[in-house]
């Protein structure tokens, strides 16, 4: 094995290591995000829940599209930069709603 294959390979479990904990520290504070819209249901914190959520969902999928469904890089990339854009969309509106 070249050391280019050995460096390929720590990069893609150090890349598996942080989208697990991406996608693990996402989902915690949209589930809190998620359960303080619930018990305010103030438009604001479901806004903030969902922009989360999609960020999250964006990580997640590109690395699921990249990894098991061997989409290219770039295109995995391109989801996720476009999920996480929504999710910052959403987010700014959250910040302007009352």
């Given at each position: 094995?070249?050391?280019?294959?050995?460096?390929?390979?720590?990069?893609?479990?150090?890349?598996?290591?942080?989208?697990?904990?991406?996608?693990?520290?996402?989902?915690?504070?949209?589930?809190?995000?998620?359960?303080?819209?619930?018990?305010?249901?103030?438009?604001?914190?479901?806004?903030?829940?969902?922009?989360?959520?999609?960020?999250?969902?964006?990580?997640?999928?590109?690395?699921?599209a990249?990894?098991?469904?061997?989409?290219?890089?770039?295109?995995?990339?391109?989801?996720?930069?476009?999920?996480?854009?929504?999710?910052?969309?959403?987010?700014?509106?959250?910040?302007?709603?009352r």
């Amino acid at each position: 094995m070249s050391p280019h294959e050995t460096a390929g390979t720590e990069v893609t479990t150090a890349l598996a290591i942080v989208k697990t904990l991406i996608l693990i520290l996402g989902t915690i504070i949209t589930y809190y995000a998620f359960k303080a819209y619930r018990r305010t249901r103030s438009s604001a914190l479901g806004a903030l829940a969902l922009g989360f959520g999609a960020i999250t969902l964006g990580s997640f999928l590109a690395g699921v599209a990249t990894d098991i469904l061997q989409v290219p890089l770039a295109l995995g990339v391109l989801i996720e930069s476009l999920l996480v854009l929504v999710g910052f969309v959403i987010i700014a509106y959250s910040l302007y709603t009352r």
